[in-house]
């Protein structure tokens, strides 16, 4: 029996994530960019407090008791993160907010399934899940060059597995290996190179007629 690759990799292009944005409403477009900058899951996201924001080091990070995998990650922030978190870490101090993402009432989101569905409907984005902001964070990441290991590592996977269903966004790594891999021969060794005895054309030359010679006489 031939094997199903049934593992699902939807991420937004430049267009629909603008459309998408348009329809977010009140608290979700911070935590839609948030996720785009992070990849983290979206109950990872709802969990974060302001203490998890740490500006002098420029890392988010998530709790150990909120990650899926039970390991605490972190992430280092953007330009743009660092401006949505500073905004929002501010007005939660303010507010007397443990949570950064509340809802219009100021309470902690419990769940942003419903406004995240409505806005992506209205934006005409379809079959288009929360959880594939995550897969957007990697896709753009393998997209932009990044290397599979760092993408593992800011993806938070235990296994390199999981990582590599994005490797096919990246058709010109083979070729860069390559690149790189002639970049470490000057045109000096290439040229000294071809110019050894056993390349030479004379060298190549001699060599066939003696091989044409020796079948011949077989």
């Known amino acids: 029996m031939l094997k199903v690759n049934n593992t699902r990799v939807r991420f937004l292009d430049e267009e629909e994530e603008y459309r998408l944005m348009a329809e977010c409403k009140e608290h979700l477009p911070a935590l839609v960019v948030t996720a785009l900058h992070t990849g983290f899951r979206r109950n990872e996201l709802l969990s974060l407090r302001p203490e998890d924001v740490d500006f002098a080091r420029g890392l988010v990070s998530v709790r150990a008791g909120y ?24 007005e939660a101090e303010e507010g ?5 993402f509340r809802n219009c009432h100021g309470e902690p989101y419990r769940s942003c399934r419903t406004a995240f569905e409505y806005a992506a409907e209205q934006a005409r984005v379809k079959d288009f899940r929360f959880h ?16 599979i290991r760092t993408v593992q590592e800011l993806m938070g996977h235990k296994t390199i597995a999981m990582t590599l269903r994005y490797s096919y966004l990246s058709p010109d790594h083979k070729r860069r290996a390559i690149d790189a891999l002639e970049s470490r021969f000057s045109e000096k060794k290439s040229c000294e190179f071809s110019q050894h005895p056993h390349f030479s054309p004379s060298f190549r030359n001699q060599k066939s007629r003696v091989s044409s010679t020796t079948w011949r006489d077989g």
């Open 96 to 100: 007397g907010s443990s949570y950064l």
């Open 67 to 90: 990650a899926k995998n039970g390991e605490g990650c972190s992430v280092p922030m953007s330009g743009t993160l660092r401006d949505i978190l500073g905004r929002l870490v501010k």
């Open 132 to 147: 594939d902001l995550r897969h957007t964070f990697a896709s753009r990441l393998v997209i932009a060059g990044v290397d």
